[in-house]
C-alpha cells in the first residue's frame, strides 16, 4: 500500500516489513550478536537468581522449630501524639491476636529524621 507521492521511508513503514525484519536480523547478526547473546544470557541468569530467592522455607509454619516468638520493631514517624496512640493500639491488638508473633512500636522521628537512622541501622 503506497501513500500518495510518498519519499522512500514511507514504503518501508507502509508495506515492506521483511525487509526491515532483515535489516534489523543483519545488524543484530553482524555487530551485536555477540552483544546480544551476552545480554539475553545476563537477564536470565537474574531471573534465575530471582527465582531461586522465592523459594518457600522448608518450615511450612513460618516458625523456627524451636517454636520461639518471633520479635518485630516497627519503625514509624506517626505524628502527632495522638495518632501514635492509636497506631500503638493496633500494635497491641496485633500482638494479642498473633501469640507467636510480637511487634514492638518505635517512634524514629518525622521524615526528615529518618534517613540516617536506618542508615546507620543498615551498616550497623
Not at 27 to 36: D, Q, R, Y
Request: charged share 10%; net charge neutral; hydrophobic share 40%.
Amino acid at each position: 500500500m503506497q501513500l500518495p507521492s510518498s519519499p522512500p521511508e514511507a514504503e518501508i513503514i507502509s508495506g515492506n516489513k521483511s525487509a526491515i525484519a532483515n535489516l534489523i536480523y543483519a545488524s543484530v547478526n553482524k555487530a551485536g550478536g555477540l552483544a546480544m547473546r551476552r545480554f539475553i544470557l545476563a537477564v536470565l541468569s537474574v531471573c534465575l537468581v530471582a527465582l531461586a530467592g522465592c523459594q518457600s522455607s522448608p518450615n511450612p509454619s513460618g516458625l523456627n522449630s524451636a517454636g520461639d516468638v518471633i520479635h518485630l520493631t516497627l519503625w514509624h514517624g506517626v505524628n502527632p501524639p495522638p495518632n501514635r496512640d492509636v497506631l500503638q493500639t493496633l500494635v497491641d491488638r496485633f500482638n494479642q491476636t498473633h501469640p507467636t508473633i510480637q511487634v514492638e512500636s518505635l517512634y524514629v522521628g518525622q521524615g526528615d529524621q529518618q534517613p540516617p537512622k536506618i542508615l546507620a541501622a543498615v551498616v550497623g
